[in-house]
């Protein structure tokens, strides 16, 4: 590491890739120990002491700095909001060196240079970012594809966060809103009409985060196929990915197992060519090692979902359905059994029906049943989308085709997250 950061600017020239550190390409995008904001590296100079700073040209508005390439970072290097390891003291301008700005002195660890500055956030911000170049050259910051677990998009790191979520059913979808966090600073905020529109983003301060850190950070986005995502779907599917984050934790704090249903999208001729979560529930009294106590329980609420998962704590697994569960067109019809006849319609959708054999073999009586039923109820009504009605009826069927009618509650609306759309892609 150089101890002199600032020297005096002379030429200039390009070392060839093979002798820079892995990470470092001359062109890409880089925190500099000199730059305030990302620049572009150009470089070290003839004189590894010598650095210099060029107006872009070409390069989106960004500088170019030339300079040792232990002197940079890649521009996704996390950058702390504080380190106990910098050291920032006012001192008596009579110590201050000629020509410095201010008498506020920065010290860090590792290296024996001393930098002064006007204000003190100025100092703090100077030493916050020198500390993060110098622990990614020390290997102590990993940056790299980082798979997002609810969305299973990629991103090139989790410098970009939301707060503040907000979001509301519209005649045309789901409007949404959410504050942009860059290092934990607010950079701006995002927002989607509902109306079909984009969603887009409003930013704060472009010196915390600007267009050229957001396009670096969405050409390095991938979706859950490897496919590279446009700037409104990488905002849509992070807002996704924090509300679901929130919910799950929501249900571990009540003690209660996430589990979501997939739903299918599928072409003209019936394939299916992609998936999406509609539904999240919490199942009391379950932890993910009661794989076959839970599917059995999920299948059975929700017989046409397409696929149904359970969260593990760090990711979501599939739960198979249970050999001879029954579902909507997969069972044959019983020779005697009970039968719950389901009808869910959302709100300004068209209705779906669904068939759920409880007792396909006929061994359970009336009165046990209809407990059956009731609890199920109970269930539904408190962890259902709050935006579907659901009607009940049941019935016990016997060979001759005949339907003996056995309850018909009152329909049943839930009061759990509404289910969403997808979001376009």
């Not at 996704?76 to 060196?97: H, L, N, Q």
């Not at 110098?134 to 790299?144: E, F, K, N, P």
């Not at 990488?234 to 929501?250: C, G, H, S």
């Amino acid at each position: 590491m150089s101890n002199q950061p600032n020297p005096p600017a002379t030429g200039e020239a390009t070392a060839p890739a093979d002798a820079l550190p892995a990470g470092i390409a001359v062109g890409a995008t880089v925190i500099s120990w000199h730059d305030y904001s990302p620049v572009i590296y150009g470089g070290p100079t003839d004189d590894p002491a010598v650095n210099r700073l060029k107006i872009g040209v070409g390069t989106g508005g960004l500088a170019v700095r030339y300079c040792g390439p232990d002197l940079v970072a890649p521009a996704d290097t996390p950058i702390p909001e504080r380190d106990g390891r910098i050291g920032v003291e006012k001192r008596p301008r009579a110590e201050m060196p000629y020509g410095q700005p201010g008498a506020w002195r920065l010290t860090l660890p590792q290296t024996d240079h001393l930098s002064w500055h006007r204000l003190k956030r100025d100092a703090v911000s100077t030493g916050l970012r020198r500390l993060a170049i110098l622990d990614w050259h020390a290997g102590r910051i990993q940056t790299g594809p980082i798979v997002l677990p609810h969305t299973g998009i990629t991103v090139p790191h989790t410098r970009l966060t939301l707060r503040k979520l907000q979001a509301m059913n519209t005649s045309d979808g789901e409007a949404y809103t959410a504050e942009l966090l860059w290092d934990g600073k607010p950079a701006g905020s995002i927002e989607n009409s509902g109306q079909g529109g984009a969603t887009f983003w409003y930013p704060f301060d472009l010196d915390v985060l600007n267009r050229a850190q957001m396009d670096a950070f969405v050409a390095a986005c991938r979706d859950e196929h490897d496919k590279p995502m446009d700037e409104e779907f990488v905002l849509a599917w992070l807002f996704e990915e924090t509300r679901t984050a929130r919910d799950v934790a929501r249900f571990a704090r009540a003690g209660e197992l996430p589990v979501r249903t997939l739903a299918a999208i599928t072409s003209g001729d019936d394939e299916v060519v992609d998936t999406f979560a509609n539904a999240y529930y919490g199942v009391r009294g379950a932890s993910p090692d009661d794989r076959a106590d839970v599917a059995a329980r999920m299948w059975r609420k929700c017989p046409d979902a397409h696929a149904i998962e359970v969260w593990t704590g760090e990711r979501w697994e599939s739960l198979p359905r249970p050999d001879g569960t029954p579902g909507l067109i997969r069972v044959t019809l019983p020779t005697t059994g009970y039968v719950v006849l389901q009808t869910s319609q959302r709100d300004g959708g068209e209705p779906r029906e669904a068939t759920t054999y409880i007792d396909a073999a006929g061994r359970m009586d009336d009165d046990a049943a209809i407990t059956h039923v009731t609890a199920e109820l109970a269930e539904l009504a408190v962890h259902a989308p709050s935006n579907v009605l659901h009607t009940w009826r049941l019935v016990h069927r016997t060979a001759d085709g005949g339907d003996r009618e056995l309850m018909a509650p009152d329909p049943v609306r839930g009061a759990g997250q509404p289910l969403l759309d997808e979001p376009a892609r």
